[in-house]
Each structure stands twice: as C-alpha cells, then as structure tokens.
C-alpha cells in the first residue's frame, strides 16, 4: 500500500467525516449511509491511502525528489 492521499486532501477528508458526524449526531441527517462515508474519509486520511484513488490512479500526495547520489 503506497500512500497517494495528500497532507491537504487528507485534512479536508477529516474536516468532512467531522462535519457529517456533526450532522449525523444532531439528526440533521438520519441515513446510516453517511456514517459508514464518514468511517471511510477517516480510514482513509489517517493511513493516507486511498483505494479509489488507487484505482484511478491517482494520487495527491507528492512524493519529495530524490537526492542525487553521492560518492
């Protein structure tokens, strides 16, 4: 599992699981559905893989370039 979820991506998934928990607590929204989305954006935020991506091939994480070797 190489990680393609992003430091931004990975904050705007929490910040949507935290709203739709919010929102699902205070019975605004009643579908178990949005539960089972919120679990998902978390999962996939704090192990910064996402499998959708990973389908698609995406990826939002940049990876830091690699250093010329040294002799």
């Known amino acids: 599992m ?3 979820v992003g430091t931004v ?3 705007i998934r929490v910040i949507l699981a935290i709203i739709t928990i919010f929102l ?3 019975k605004i929204l ?3 559905l949005f ?3 919120a679990v998902i954006l ?3 935020s704090l192990t910064g893989f ?4 990973s389908l698609l091939g ?3 994480k940049h990876e830091a370039p690699k250093e010329p070797a040294r002799s």
Request: aromatic share 12%; net charge positive; glycine share 4%.
């Open 9 to 11: 991506d990975g904050l």
């Open 2 to 4: 190489k990680k393609n």
């Open 58 to 60: 995406l990826k939002t």
């Open 50 to 53: 996402c499998p959708l991506y």
């Open 35 to 37: 539960m089972i989305i």
């Open 24 to 26: 699902f607590y205070n």
């Open 42 to 44: 978390l999962l996939t």
């Open 30 to 32: 009643t579908d178990s």
